[in-house]
Nanobody
Framework: QVRLVESGGGLVQPGGSLRLSCAASGFIFKDYVMGWYRQAPGKQRGLVAIISSNQVTTYSDSVKGRFTVSRDNTRNTAYLQMDSLKPEDTAVYYC?????????WGQGTQVTVSP
């Protein structure tokens, strides 16, 4: 059974940091591209960052220089380190595993950036 479980969300003040984790099981994690996406209220879900199976990373312009995506294939886990958080980063954050036509989503974790 495929599972992606996000954790690490919460409430943080502007300028603060959070580290999200995405624990994977039920598929060959090391072969999959892992992505982080977010969806704010009333907005479409959009890409935040992606890390390929060989550690190549891509970021949306809105988070470049503030967020860092990584993965630990020995732990079947992907991470999103979020620094210098802004109120506009408030959203539900989802991880996604992609390999060709095969893709899986996690259930999401809420991140709220507020004074």
């Amino acid at each position: 059974q495929v599972r992606l479980v996000e954790s690490g969300g919460g409430l943080v003040q502007p300028g603060g940091s959070l580290r999200l984790s995405c624990a994977a099981s039920g598929f060959i994690f090391k072969d999959y591209v892992m992505g982080w996406y977010r969806q704010a209220p009333g907005k479409q879900r959009g890409l935040v960052a992606i890390i390929s199976s060989n550690q190549v990373t891509t970021y949306s312009d809105s988070v470049k220089g503030r967020f860092t995506v990584s993965r630990d294939n020995t732990r079947n886990t992907a991470y999103l380190q979020m620094d210098s958080l802004k109120p506009e980063d408030t959203a539900v954050y989802y991880c996604k595993a992609i390999l060709g036509p095969s893709m899986y989503w996690g259930q999401g974790t809420q991140v709220t950036v507020s004074p």
